[in-house]
Each structure stands twice: as structure tokens, then as C-alpha cells.
């Protein structure tokens, strides 16, 4: 059964670029369907790149070319759920490192804007750690990271 949600991320005519980025980085992604405008537009001309089709980590996705009107913000993001530093290390190298941009506890934006949060399991498993200490060592060191090092999180947790 095909679901009925998809995303739609606004794109300014680089809908297409970052779909074939996603889907080179991540697991379980592709570039579906690629459509061209009908005819003229505000944001382009008739058989320009419309709309692309895509799945990120088997999330629908419809990425739109509007125009510069609408940017990305932060109130968007994407969570992916890291297993180890090297997956940590090649999502973030690969966004930060392709035009993108280093944030705070493991958030990035692309170089189309849009926010990414690589979080390794092992930091949600420090964070909600049973024993409250526990918990605020790995919250206190997460807040001073940019890009999440398990070693150091799970040091801290430790004490």
C-alpha cells in the first residue's frame, strides 16, 4: 500500500541535485520520477525540473522548485538514527563536507538549508539514561559538541 503523506521539501531549483545527493548518502534512498513544468512559472520556465520524486531512508519525498521565495528553517528536520562513530563520521562528512554547514549536538544543515540530525543510539541511550546523573553528564558534554563523539558521550555517562 502506497501512503497518502509525503513530504514536500521547497527546493529553488535544485530539487533534483539534492535528491541524487540523498540518495547517494543515504541507506534506502533513491531518485524516483522527474517532472517538468507543463508550461511557464514564476520560479521557471516550461520544461524545467517541476517537481523529483525521492525516498530518503524510505521516506516519501516530493521536492518541489518554487523559487527563493521559501527557505528551509530549523522547524524541519530529518533524525537519522546512527549505529556507530563511522556512520556518525560519513553522514555528517558527507553533508558538512558537500557545501554543507556544522551546527550544534549533532545537527547540520545541507547545502540546500535543510536541517539533518545525526544521532548516534548511543547518545539517546545516554540521555535517557535510568540514573539522572548518568543522563546529565552525556546532556551536559552533548551540548558543548558540534558533530557527536560516542566515545566521549559514553565516557561522560560512565563518570
Given at each position: 500500500m502506497v501512503s497518502k503523506n509525503t513530504i514536500c521539501l521547497w527546493y529553488d531549483g535544485t530539487a533534483l541535485d539534492a535528491?541524487?545527493?540523498?540518495?547517494?548518502?543515504?541507506?534506502?534512498?533513491?531518485?524516483?520520477?522527474?517532472?517538468?513544468?507543463?508550461?511557464?512559472?514564476?520560479a521557471g520556465k516550461q520544461s524545467d525540473v517541476l517537481m523529483v520524486e525521492f525516498t530518503v531512508m524510505g521516506i516519501r519525498c516530493l521536492?518541489?522548485?518554487?523559487?527563493?521565495?521559501?527557505?528551509h528553517t530549523d522547524a524541519?528536520?530529518?533524525?537519522?538514527?546512527?549505529?556507530?562513530?563511522?556512520?556518525?563520521?560519513?553522514?555528517?562528512?558527507?553533508?558538512?563536507?558537500?557545501?554543507g554547514q556544522a551546527s550544534a549536538c549533532g545537527w547540520c544543515k545541507d547545502r540546500w538549508g535543510l536541517s539533518w540530525q545525526i544521532t548516534p543510539r548511543a547518545l539517546i541511550a545516554a540521555?535517557?539514561?535510568?540514573?539522572?546523573?548518568?543522563?546529565?553528564r552525556a546532556f551536559d558534554i552533548m551540548m558543548k559538541m558540534t558533530?557527536?563523539?560516542?566515545?566521549?558521550?559514553?565516557a561522560a555517562r560512565r563518570g
Open positions: 535528491a541524487t545527493f540523498y540518495a547517494k548518502t543515504f541507506p534506502d534512498s533513491a531518485v524516483g520520477a522527474v517532472h517538468r513544468a507543463p508550461g511557464d512559472y514564476p521536492g518541489l522548485n518554487g523559487g527563493p521565495r521559501v527557505p524541519f528536520s530529518f533524525q537519522v538514527a546512527t549505529d556507530d562513530q563511522a556512520e556518525t563520521d560519513r553522514l555528517w562528512n558527507s553533508i558538512v563536507g558537500n557545501g540521555v535517557t539514561d535510568p540514573d539522572p546523573a548518568a543522563a546529565k558533530k557527536i563523539d560516542i566515545a566521549v558521550i559514553e
